[in-house]
């Protein structure tokens, strides 16, 4: 298969979840729309593949102990 066709495959079907994401804020609710929304947008830029953003979390020892999440973007 060729990368560049999947690749489109993959970004028209996230466009088609944010689509989906809009119609529900419309019909179900706002809360259900936007939480529907940001689910597809963290998916998607959590995706491997090709050039996107992906987001790391990392547990870093603070100075004063304990751990703590942060997130660091690579990319």
Same mark, same amino acid.
């Given at each position: 298969?060729?990368?560049?066709?999947?690749? @489109?495959?993959?970004?028209?079907?996230?466009?088609?979840?944010?689509?989906?994401?809009?119609?529900?804020?419309?019909?179900?609710?706002?809360?259900?729309?936007?939480? @529907?929304?940001?689910?597809?947008?963290?998916?998607?830029?959590?995706?491997?593949?090709?050039?996107?953003?992906?987001?790391?979390?990392?547990?870093?020892?603070?100075?004063?102990?304990?751990?703590?999440?942060?997130?660091?973007?690579?990319?």
């Amino acid at each position: 298969m060729n990368p560049r066709r999947v690749d @489109f495959v993959v970004d028209l079907a996230y466009g088609v979840a944010i689509l989906a994401s809009i119609g529900l804020i419309l019909v179900v609710g706002t809360e259900v729309g936007i939480a @529907f929304g940001l689910g597809v947008i963290a998916s998607y830029v959590n995706g491997d593949s090709g050039g996107r953003i992906r987001i790391h979390r990392v547990l870093e020892p603070p100075s004063t102990g304990g751990y703590r999440a942060t997130a660091r973007a690579e990319g």
